[in-house]
């Protein structure tokens, strides 16, 4: 499919605009305001992988770096979703060009350094100009402020330890789900997709306990709030029924510097099918 060509006939309304920083986000999102754009605010890529479905916005404009699903992630979920697909998409980074080369995912339409508030609104300003003039098929005038940005050695090896972890995941077993604190879904490999029956789009910012029959959604959320509670990491095994299957599970807080952060969901095998009489 084609990217669309937004145009001067058809105007960015609404914008939903992501950034883990506070100060940024209210400082940039006031200055939109300003411009008489309809402006939602994302501070993590689960908040911002939220409302751009809720809202469709006509423009996102998305840090990459950020708590729970960074920016590639959401920009590929964007992408992978035949309603959002086509969601004109601004990176808004402190990242190097270079930097970029470890988010193979990230599909944005323009490109934006993150530098002097005034300077960095303007070009995001000029990008969204370019977009709707030129459309998304043409990036070469959507990158703007990255003359005086250079890699940074320990922004490389952050990345490459956040590829790691969720090569990791994906290694434990034939199932595993990442959860936050409040028990929605963060990461989910090929497996456990393949097992619940639903693609990562569909189950990524879900809360867990709403895949589980109706019996086990208490047991579970009692559990996760046992877990995630706590200052030292548990582990704990339980079998629960997801759709047509009961499968094993175990279930592991994740501390991090004494504070639980989430947990994690792996599942021991991929289940017998619950008898429909049983």
């Not at 992630?73 to 601004?90: E, F, K, N, S």
């Not at 969204?128 to 043409?138: E, S």
């Not at 990791?168 to 990442?178: F, K």
């Amino acid at each position: 499919m084609k990217p669309s060509e937004p145009s001067k006939e058809t105007p960015f309304t609404s914008i939903v605009l992501a950034d883990n920083d506070k100060l940024i986000l209210e400082t940039i999102g006031e200055l939109l305001r300003s411009k008489n754009y309809d402006v939602h605010l994302a501070h993590d890529g689960l908040e911002a992988w939220k409302l751009v479905r809720d809202i469709r916005p006509s423009c996102m404009i998305l840090d990459v770096v950020m708590p729970k699903l960074d920016g590639s992630r959401v920009c590929w979920m964007i992408r992978q979703d035949p309603a959002l697909r086509d969601t004109p998409i601004i990176v808004f980074s402190s990242l190097s060009a270079q930097d970029f080369r470890h988010f193979p995912d990230l599909s944005a339409d323009a490109y934006v350094a993150k530098g002097e508030i005034c300077m960095a609104f303007q070009n995001i300003l000029r990008a969204m100009t370019h977009l709707q003039a030129k459309g998304r098929a043409d990036i070469a005038g959507g990158i703007l402020g990255y003359d005086e940005v250079q890699p940074r050695e320990i922004v490389a090896e952050m990345l490459l330890e956040i590829r790691r972890y969720a090569n990791v995941l994906n290694a434990l077993g034939p199932g595993t789900i990442e959860l936050d604190t409040d028990g929605r879904i963060l990461r989910i490999s090929a497996g456990a997709c393949e097992i619940l029956g639903r693609s990562e789009t569909q189950l990524i910012g879900e809360p867990v306990t709403s895949l589980c029959a109706d019996r086990d959604q208490k047991t579970l959320l009692h559990l996760l709030r046992e877990l995630t509670s706590g200052a030292q990491s548990e582990r704990c095994k339980a079998t629960v029924q997801f759709g047509e299957l009961e499968i094993p599970i175990q279930v592991c807080s994740i501390l991090d510097g004494g504070r639980c952060t989430g947990a994690l969901i792996i599942m021991e095998s991929r289940g017998k099918k619950v008898d429909a009489q049983g």
